[in-house]
């Protein structure tokens, strides 16, 4: 992949990501402004239940991306076409048998998870969301082929229209048909992100579309195989943010649960940015080990020091400005709010704090102690959340997942760095030192 491209790629993925950040964030304060805080907590439940269809994913997706860009990287036509072809004869097939599972058992486990006033209108929302998802991971899953033909920075620009569709849709469709209309919002959206990508696959990719008809049973059976070595960690993630929405509503109620998803949403958007940031962190990192422990160590630090100062800086950061964010998104400063924002940036900076030493360890194929880290959440999560969500309601619940995050960040960094004979702290000089000569020359100009 030329560099120019690479760049090109990147700008386009930050752009991305800014656009649909704040596109989202446009739509909660808008369901907020019109439906109330309890409707944002029935459709962060509604669509937590739907994530439910992840847990079966054999690694599709991850296997998918990474055959298609070996098969692009020779030049092999016919492989890439036979690639795509697993996500018409089994994602869209697999997903759909799945989505329509997930409805019938989520039906019946309603009244457990929502408030009795709810169900109603719980169950008349469902089959929407559950469409929803479908089309969501359909739309990625397809979508994403693009960036395994280096077309990444078409993906984005498709995927800003989409959201651009969407939200214009959200904004006259909410206030007429309330969630339902949310849904319909997304539906259509998603649909424009397939209809997209099948025209720029023909026409950028130069994919031959009838091509897609041709089915590789052993291809499937590879692809399958390496996903699914990959879908672990996914696996144990989806539960842990899965039971969050699902504790938060039963013991907190809708309307906690919605002013917790505000929090929880925005402490997040940081660390989505950082995980954009740390991609390029695996082939460096490989790259170092090639020229000794010393360089790996080197770069290693650098990289430790500088992701600890923007766990930090993000910490503070949404902590100082929740405040303005309560009022913003809803209409008010509550106490509430403030609680969750605090302890949702806590597990955030965590978060970005570890992912320097979860890149290492890839780097050096060691990759038991991130996958360990993950599950653990999701034990403690299941583990410590009922009691205390039973015993303190939704602010215990919210204690919980701080700690179920910190043991998901502090067990990678203490075991890698036991393992690979790192730094467990942070050297600040060291993250520093790049930084004060541009800040001295921006002060003196």
Known sequence: MRLASFKTNMIWVVAEFASVTAIQLLVMRYIVGTLGTAQMGLWAVLMAAAQVAGFFDFGLTGGISRYLARAHAKGLRDDIEKVIAIVVFVTIPFYLLVSAAIYAIMYVAL????????????????????????????????????????????????????????????????????????????????????????????????????????????LAREVIRFGAGLQIPSIAWAGFETSIRFLMSRFGGAALLGQYEIAYRLANQPRVLFVYIAQPLGPALVNRAAEGRAAFAAFYRLTYARFSLGAAAVAVGVILTSPLAAWIMLG??????????????????????????????????????????????????????????????????????????????????????????????????????????????????
């Open 111 to 218: 009244p457990a998870i929502v408030q009795a006033d709810m169900l109603a209108e719980a169950r008349a929302i469902l089959p929407f969301s559950s469409a929803c998802y479908f089309l969501l991971v359909i739309s990625l899953t397809c979508s994403g082929c693009l960036t395994g033909l280096h077309l990444g920075f078409r993906k984005s620009q498709l995927v800003m229209t989409g959201m651009v569709v969407q939200g214009i849709l959200s904004w006259i469709w909410i206030g007429q048909r309330g969630l339902v209309g949310l849904a319909h919002a997304q539906i259509v959206g998603y649909c424009f992100v397939l209809a997209g990508t099948f025209v720029l696959l023909k026409f950028s990719g130069g994919v031959r579309l009838r091509r897609l008809f041709r089915f590789d049973a052993t």
């Open 332 to 445: 008010g400063i509550h106490s509430h709010y403030l609680l969750f924002a605090a302890l949702t940036a806590i597990g955030a900076a965590i978060h970005i704090w570890a992912m320097p030493v979860e890149n290492a360890a890839v780097a050096q194929g060691v990759l038991r102690y991130n996958a360990i880290g993950t599950i653990s959440a999701l034990v403690v999560m299941l583990v410590l959340g009922i009691p205390a969500g039973w015993l303190f309601g939704g602010e215990g619940v919210a204690v919980s997942v701080l700690c179920a995050s910190a043991t998901a960040g502090l067990f990678p960094v203490l075991a890698n760095s036991r393992k690979l004979q790192l730094d467990i702290l942070p050297d600040w000089r060291a993250g520093l030192a790049g930084l004060m000569p541009v800040i001295w020359r921006q002060g003196r100009a």
